[in-house]
């Protein structure tokens, strides 16, 4: 309260701000401490996961005992026990066309601190349509970016990345891996940005994309410029309004809403082992991460391999396909129905939820 930028008349900006903050992970943690710490008024938090043992090195609000709980629960709880005195809004879903711009309406500025590209694209197009500002980061392996989109000052995300890329070169923190502190660090400065947008100090990041190297401790900061072709902030998109939104959305929508690969939970795979029954397992993790253990006697291809091996891999039984989290065995498991493969599934969770279940036995 004593720094001129913000004193007691800023104190009580805060109070009366609304920031929504979509993720609860690595950096929702940092980002949602900080400005509940503040005293911002009122925090929306979106987020639909559980909390898992490889979540613990990076984000900070959970501890071993959370194993298993809500994301959001134990988000909530932290931040309440940081701060009584903050109205804490949760929402238990899934960021979807269908109920983005309701939950995004009530709110001055929204966080970005999901971890996937459906996600940011969303929230992405979402603000530009309700013209609010978006605090947009992203981490992997040790680097990190950060930028403020904001159309009616600036370019959006759109203007730099028109189009997500195929999901097979988007892999997650869970696949490439993170350095624990680099969210901490990221999510910080995305704090730092909501308040200098709700308190109208200093530079934002509009039309800036901060580039942070973790390895080197070196830190870029490029310029962004708006896309006068840009499929959602042009002028043109802009005039298309709603119609223009929902029709980069549509597709994606009812692509993501097909069937899902078949799958198979922890129980149901340690059955049939019990059973005896016979099963051809698929490991198609990287040979780094088989080091962290391995189910049975699996064959060993990599999303890459596959598509050359599966010529080594029997038509007539049942195969089970697994990776760390589930996510590139899925896709395993697709690309194998497409080559005529009938009996065949996906181990819900991968490897961590085995690890997970043996380590509850024990």
Same mark, same amino acid.
């Given at each position: ?16 701000? &609304? ?12 980002? !949602? ?24 090195? /990076?984000?900070? !609000? ?31 879903? /899934? ?24 996600? /940011? ?36 995300? &759109? ?45 934002? !990041?509009?039309? /800036? ?102 010529? &080594?891999?029997?038509?007539?039984? &049942? ?44």
């Amino acid at each position: 309260m004593i720094l001129d930028e913000v004193g007691l008349d800023g104190q009580q900006v805060l109070k009366a701000a &609304r920031v929504l903050v979509v993720g609860a992970g690595g950096l929702g943690a940092p980002v !949602l401490s900080y400005l509940g710490a503040a005293g911002v008024g009122t925090l929306g938090v979106v987020e639909f996961d559980n909390i898992e043992p490889s979540n613990l090195h /990076r984000q900070v !609000l959970f501890s071993s005992q959370d194993i298993g709980r809500s994301k959001l629960d134990v988000a909530c709880e932290r931040i309440h026990a940081l701060n009584p005195h903050i109205a804490l809004n949760k929402f238990a879903t /899934r960021l979807k066309l269908e109920n983005a711009r309701d939950i995004f309406s009530g709110y001055d500025v929204v966080v970005d601190a999901t971890d996937n590209f459906t996600s /940011r694209y969303l929230i992405n197009d979402t603000c530009v349509l309700l013209g609010k500002p978006n605090v947009s980061a992203s981490i992997f392996r040790y680097e990190g970016q950060l930028s403020v989109f904001w159309p009616s000052r600036g370019p959006c995300y &759109r203007c730099l990345f028109p189009e997500p890329p195929p999901e097979e070169l988007a892999p997650s923190c869970a696949e490439g891996g993170v350095l624990g502190v680099l969210p901490g660090i990221v999510g910080s400065l995305q704090a730092n940005e909501a308040l200098k947008l709700l308190l109208g100090y200093g530079d934002p !990041l509009i039309g /800036r994309m901060l580039s942070i190297d973790a390895m080197n401790v070196q830190f870029a900061d490029y310029e962004i410029v708006a896309d006068e072709r840009c499929p959602i902030c042009s002028e043109g998109a802009k005039h298309g309004g709603t119609s223009a939104y929902e029709a980069l959305w549509v597709t994606r929508d009812r692509d993501e809403n097909k069937e899902a690969v078949p799958i198979i939970t922890v129980s149901s795979l340690k059955g049939l082992f019990h059973k005896r029954e016979p099963i051809t397992l698929v490991d198609v993790r990287s040979s780094k991460e088989t080091t962290l253990g391995k189910i049975a006697d699996p064959h060993l291809l990599t999303l890459d391999d596959l598509p050359k091996a599966m010529d &080594r891999l029997p038509r007539d039984g &049942r195969l089970v396909c697994y990776c760390q989290s589930g996510r590139r065995s899925a896709k395993a498991v697709s690309l194998l129905q497409q080559h005529g493969f009938d009996n065949v599934a996906s181990l819900d969770g991968g490897f961590d939820a085995w690890s997970l279940a043996l380590e509850s036995e024990n």
